[in-house]
């Protein structure tokens, strides 16, 4: 079955500790790219990936990183979260010339204390 | 700085009706412009547009774009209480070949139908 997954689903954490969210897809796609969704501003875009080590900064990049290393995988690391992080986090994939098939993952709620 | 504008921001109507939902863009080196559904989980795809005046239609769900006056609008007829949820409008940028750049999303349309 041709999916986007994330992990953890959700996660409590405080404040400083680092942690990584992973996604990964499963339909070789080229595009990959991180969201985080706030209660009445939509969703927004954090990091893409148009292709293996390729990376670049959406429109909200601060306090993220990312890394690109294999084609199917995709983690979005907090280095130091703070409370200001807490959200609904998606990932998401689209075939490069296709947008037909961009798939979400199911998303990870994120609580930093 | 790209911006996607919708409106309106929310939108109660009775079954049977038909509404339609505003998009507009301000997107450098645009590629497309990409409608979303999402309930109570991750959005769902529902149409790419990517020419001026070329209307995508799948059941009672249409839209167009305007490349011109920079906007696209979701048609939805004979609504039916499954369309409640929240309508996402987002513009892409070109990254140059035929790679997607960034996405630029608006704040939504909640779609309330009431029975």
């Known amino acids: 079955e041709a999916q986007v997954t994330q992990n953890p689903r959700y996660l409590i954490t405080v404040t400083g500790k680092k942690l990584t969210v992973t996604c990964s897809q499963n339909?070789?796609?080229?595009?990959m790219s991180w969201y985080r969704q706030d209660p009445g501003l939509g969703l927004r875009q954090i990091y893409y990936?148009?292709?293996?080590?390729?990376?670049d900064k959406g429109d909200v990049p601060e306090g993220y990183k990312v890394s690109r290393k294999e084609k199917r995988n995709f983690p979005l690391i907090l280095e130091s979260p703070s409370p200001n992080q807490t959200s609904l986090y998606f990932c998401?994939?689209?075939?490069?010339?296709?947008?037909?098939?961009?798939?979400f993952g199911p998303g990870t709620r994120l609580t930093v204390l | 700085e790209d911006k996607v504008v919708q409106s309106p921001l929310s939108l109660v109507v009775h079954e049977g009706d038909t509404v339609t939902l505003n998009c507009s863009y301000e997107?450098?080196?645009?590629?497309?412009l990409l409608w979303y559904k999402q309930e109570k989980k991750a959005p769902t795809f529902l149409f790419m547009l990517?020419?001026?005046?070329i209307e995508k239609k799948s059941g009672r769900l249409s839209s167009i774009l305007d490349k011109k006056e920079l906007f696209s609008i979701l048609n939805i007829t004979a609504t039916q209480t499954g369309d409640s949820a929240v309508y996402l409008c987002?513009?892409?940028?070109?990254?140059?070949?035929?790679?997607?750049?960034?996405?630029?999303f608006g704040q939504g349309t909640i779609l309330t139908v009431h029975p």
């Open positions: 998401a994939s689209i075939k490069v010339g296709d947008a037909d098939t961009q798939y």
């Open positions: 339909m070789n796609h080229e595009y």
């Open positions: 990936s148009m292709n293996v080590e390729v990376t």
């Open positions: 997107v450098t080196n645009f590629r497309s």
């Open positions: 990517t020419s001026s005046g």
């Open positions: 987002a513009g892409v940028t070109n990254a140059g070949g035929t790679s997607y750049g960034k996405l630029t």
